[in-house]
């Protein structure tokens, strides 16, 4: 156990694995690796996609588009999902097979219905905070496990403002699943090594957890 580090895991919903609204192939395939990862953390923080019906990143509140175009907000490029992730809904809720009894906070998301949310760090407006790094700062964490779904989206915007926020950040490659619209994975994974984010594996995060001790 690492007293500095934190697993957070990122929107391991029902919204996001097989059946959901936004489902993801194959997302439901890493949540037994994440509760494996979770048994080595002390400090373990959830993210929820939370959205209202009316969230600006649906594409049924925009007339005429397609579900997976980009359109321009003032806040840059925002993809038009398919609603997801409702307030309250099943949609929303945690996978039933995610079994993390120990998580210490869960950090909800994009319920600003004007700006989405990727990152749990602060909102796509690049200015709005969710109060994740303030918390994770007095809790003296330094190194930052990140893992979930979607690797090219919230993992990844996650991950970088991590990285840009100081804390050494790993994304375990085996305990995420990506979308890939267009070549987004790729282009996610070079952003975030850019940042100076870690990729590993699972099985190599007891190393990893180790040399956080001993620095
Ligand atoms: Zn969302």
Redesign the pocket.
């Given at each position: 156990m690492n007293h500095h580090s934190v697993l957070l895991v990122v929107d391991v919903q029902n919204g996001f694995t097989p059946g959901g609204n936004?489902a993801v192939a194959h997302a439901d395939h890493i949540i037994p690796t994440i509760n494996q990862l979770a048994q080595q953390f002390t400090h373990v923080v959830l993210t929820q996609?939370w959205?209202p019906h009316n969230?600006i990143?649906f594409v049924e509140n925009h007339v005429g588009k397609q579900a997976y175009q980009q359109i321009e907000l003032d806040y840059g490029t925002q993809v038009l999902?398919p609603s997801?992730?409702v307030q309250g809904t099943p949609d929303a809720e945690l996978h039933p097979d995610l079994n993390i009894q120990h998580a210490q906070l869960i950090i909800r998301k994009?319920f600003n219905a004007q700006i989405?949310s990727y990152s749990a760090f602060q909102e796509a407006d690049r200015k709005t905070k969710t109060g994740l790094a303030g918390y994770l700062k007095e809790r003296d964490i330094q190194q930052v496990f990140v893992v979930g779904i979607a690797t090219d989206f919230c993992v990844a915007w996650s991950a970088i403002d991590s990285a840009e926020l100081g804390f050494t950040t790993y994304v375990v490659q085996d305990a995420c699943q990506g979308i890939d619209l267009d070549g987004s994975l790729a282009q996610a994974w070079q952003a975030m090594l850019h940042a100076g984010v870690k990729r590993i594996q699972a099985v190599d995060v007891p190393t990893y957890l180790t040399q956080g001790d001993c620095a």
């Open positions: 936004l996609d959205h969230h990143s999902w997801h992730c994009g989405d």
